[in-house]
């Protein structure tokens, strides 16, 4: 299911390092070429992981030198040596049998059944862990992303330069003891690539000058030099004050972090920020553990973005983020049906009035201390003085994958505030990361499965159903159809029609949405089973109406069309059947399966695919991400019915 690599062994993962490295041997880089020498001699010696590989393959627990040579296809006097040395440090045990060899096992023999193993791929900056714990996974997800996790075989995490940009460590060395935790034992090449790339998170910085203006910092002359000078003009800083600090023109912080971040050096903004009108706020609701981590990361950074799937309560830990700040808030929301959702909940989880809470939108337009704004009306010339009616100490992006680039234009003078983003969607398929990034901040999240393990998030089973032709006609019309024309028609395979009936009785109790892409095919299908097509044609106040008999049970299915993934917020479901909308991006299917991803009841999701058509790879294709989530993904290939 997923494109996890199978890994490599060490040795060819070093002797591929090899070829890079001490080619040129010249006077002066001799000595580089010996260290590098010792260092693959050092990385050659028999490791605790290996000697666990080869007591597997042998399928037993206590070896002989001779059989750990043998399976690791090493010399056996170097083995020996290798194991006398694990031993000396207490990982292994000898026994000498009087006549026999002598044998070995490790110290702690319930590590051959139980333990995890860590595999790292310095070259890949990969890492692949077996049964990771928590603890493990923990300290991972500071440093490294998941990639991959399917569950059986291994965990792949990758170390990318903006992973190690983004960790919340006060020093190199704080991280580095970070890793080595996790790793279990030092690996010098990924250190060294993750201190250069630590060094580079820190050589710029923007603070407050005691005068009130912003400053631009770098940590020496020559990266002032070659890299802000090179980049920033006058547009973006007045004259220097000294070789390594600029005087910032106000306003331009943002084009500032975000030329300085394409240029591989983000800019750590340690601004006093504003903190706008003072707003005293109690929370309600006691933050879970990982909500206040998220809290506290914030309050720390004074920006970010909480990245959590959804149901994971994020709004409840933005609202921890406003009684942080205890300044008036502007939050920006992607539709009125949210506002409105936040408007309640800000009303039932804080000490706030409801005279204290306004909304801002095509129905409502009230500012008020907390102020709850559409993407929209903010994006809209005759409401920008939204963003200057009052003196937001603090601005959140509600699903800020979604913000528009008018609204993010807009609002960059909001730089000096606090700024939250919350999103469930951290992959982007354009370069938004970096402008949420660089506009909002760096991402603040937990380990999603981590989140389903403790219970907070119901993991979602997931299933995709390659479904054959309704009929041949369609069938017909697909083969002779061409690019975009055969996604269409292949979407609308009549034969999903059926497969959505036998899912919904074969699950008669579960309160059910089914997702479409096209309009046609939604009414059909609503039709069909006798219930209402939810799409951007009906009226507002119909699918408020709707919705609301679906949230309190007096309906238990609805076939929605694409309007479902951006503009309302879907009420809970137990399944959902994604009949078409493989056409769109990875987010989409993202977003589908996280509606039912709510604590509630065992939600379960379909996706349906035409066999053998473009559909099917896409599919697959989609699914890999969430499987990458930690999901269970599965695939089940439907037969055609008699006689076809
Ligand atoms: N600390 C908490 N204590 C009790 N309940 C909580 C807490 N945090 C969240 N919840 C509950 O979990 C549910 C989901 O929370 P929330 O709406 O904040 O999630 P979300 O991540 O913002 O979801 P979405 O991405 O769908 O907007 C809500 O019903 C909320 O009441």
């Known amino acids: 299911m997923t494109d996890e690599r199978e890994p490599n062994t060490d040795a060819e993962e070093f002797a591929a390092a090899d070829s890079d490295d001490g080619s040129e041997v010249d006077d002066e880089s001799r000595t580089v070429a010996e260290r590098n020498a010792e260092r693959r001699d050092d990385d050659r010696r028999v490791t605790l992981a290996e000697f666990h590989d080869a007591c597997q393959r042998e399928g037993r627990p206590v070896l002989t030198a001779g059989a750990v040579a043998r399976t690791l296809e090493r010399p056996h006097e170097s083995v020996s040596r290798d ?5 000396d440090r207490g990982e292994l045990e000898r026994l000498s049998v009087s006549t026999d060899p002598v044998v070995w096992y490790p110290s702690e023999l319930e590590d051959l059944t139980d333990r995890e193993r860590v595999v790292v791929f310095p070259k890949r900056r990969e890492i692949v862990v077996d049964r990771p714990d928590q603890f493990t996974r923990a300290q991972l997800s500071q440093f490294a992303h998941l990639a991959d996790a399917n569950g059986e075989r291994g965990y792949r995490y990758v170390v990318r330069p903006e992973d190690v940009w983004q960790a919340p460590h006060e020093s190199f060395d704080a991280l580095a003891r970070t890793m080595r935790q996790a790793l279990g034992e030092r690996s010098e090449s990924l250190e060294e690539w993750v201190h250069s790339q630590w060094d580079r998170a820190h050589q710029f910085r923007l603070t407050t000058h005691e005068d009130g203006y912003t400053v631009l910092e770098a940590k020496s002359p020559e990266v002032m030099g070659n890299v802000a000078r090179q980049k920033l003009d006058e547009d973006h800083v007045h004259a220097p004050i000294s070789e390594t600090e600029d005087w910032v023109r106000e306003g331009s912080e943002a084009a500032i972090k975000r030329l300085l971040y394409e240029a591989g050096y983000p800019v750590q903004d340690h601004r006093d920020l504003d903190a706008g009108e003072a707003l005293p706020i109690d929370l309600r609701v006691s933050l879970r553990d990982y909500q206040r981590t998220w809290v506290d990361r914030f309050a720390e ?47 039932e989880y804080t000490s706030l009035e409801p005279g204290q809470i306004g909304q801002y939108h095509g129905g409502r337009k009230e500012v008020r201390p907390v102020t709850i704004a559409t993407y929209q009306i903010a994006g809209m010339d005759r409401h920008r003085s939204l963003f200057d009616d009052r003196e937001w100490g603090l601005v959140i992006f509600d699903e800020c994958q979604h913000v528009p680039s008018d609204v993010y234009r807009r609002s960059t003078h909001l730089q000096s505030r606090h700024r939250l983003g919350l999103s469930a969607s951290p992959i982007r398929e354009d370069d938004r990361q970096t402008e949420i990034f660089t506009l909002v901040g760096p991402p603040i999240g937990t380990d999603w499965q981590a989140l389903f393990d403790a219970g907070f998030v119901a993991e979602p089973e997931l299933e995709i159903r390659y479904v054959p032709w309704g009929d041949d006609e369609q069938r017909n019309a697909y083969v002779s159809a061409e690019g975009r024309e055969k996604y269409r028609i292949a979407a609308q395979n009549r034969g999903k029609l059926e497969e959505v009936r036998y899912l919904l009785s074969s699950h008669p109790d579960s309160k059910a949405l089914v997702f479409v892409d096209y309009l046609e095919q939604g009414r059909e299908i609503a039709d069909a089973l006798g219930v209402p097509f939810l799409s951007g044609e009906t009226p507002h106040h119909e699918r408020r109406r709707l919705l609301e008999e679906f949230r309190r049970d007096e309906r238990d299915l609805l076939v929605v069309s694409r309007v479902g993934d951006e503009g309302i917020d879907l009420p809970t479901a137990d399944l959902a059947v994604v009949a078409s909308g493989l056409g769109g991006s990875r987010r989409q299917g993202t977003q589908r399966a996280g509606r039912t991803m709510r604590p509630a009841g065992g939600a379960l999701v379909y996706v349906l695919a035409t066999r053998g058509s473009r559909e099917e790879d896409f599919a697959r294709r989609q699914l890999q991400h969430l499987g990458r989530k930690g999901m269970t993904v599965r695939e089940r290939t439907l037969e055609p019915a008699e006689g076809e």
């Open 301 to 347: 950074a004074g920006e970010g973005v909480f990245v959590g799937p959804p149901g994971s309560g994020k709004t409840v830990a933005a609202m921890g983020a406003m009684a942080h700040v205890e300044g008036e808030t502007l939050v920006l929301v992607p539709s009125r049906d949210l506002a409105r959702q936040w408007a309640d909940a800000v009303a």
């Open 83 to 87: 194991l006398d040395a694990l031993a």
